[in-house]
Nanobody, 121 residues
């Protein structure tokens, strides 16, 4: 199995910055895509940004120009640098990995436990 552990959430004022990290561990055979989703109270979980092992990154329109996703394949870690934060960015942010464990033939979606990001106005 693959475990994802997030860190870096917290409380920040509007216009501030935060950096989220997510480290994957366990019996990893390969990680194809890593990404970040978020879920605000009363809303559905939505994609924030994703980065494949090779190829271009993908961003939701509401974070373009403000958030940057990067990945360190050697450390199986993905980062989300969030700048110019707005109150509407307040949500629980979840790390996601499309990966294959060494005990499976199949690609599976794995989720972290989530980290709270709160932006005050």
């Amino acid at each position: 199995q693959v475990q994802l552990v997030e860190s870096g959430g917290g409380l920040v004022q509007s216009g501030g910055s935060l950096r989220l990290s997510c480290a994957a561990s366990g019996s990893i055979f390969s990680i194809y895509v890593m990404g970040w989703y978020r879920q605000a109270p009363g809303k559905q979980r939505e994609l924030v940004a994703a980065i494949p092992s090779g190829g271009s990154t993908k961003y939701a329109d509401f974070v373009k120009g403000r958030f940057t996703i990067t990945r360190d394949n050697a450390k199986n870690t993905v980062y989300l640098q969030m700048n110019s934060l707005k109150p509407e960015d307040t949500a629980v942010y979840y790390c996601n990995a499309a990966a294959r464990s060494s005990s499976s033939w199949y690609r599976t979606n794995y989720w972290g436990q989530g980290t709270q990001v709160t932006v005050s106005s």
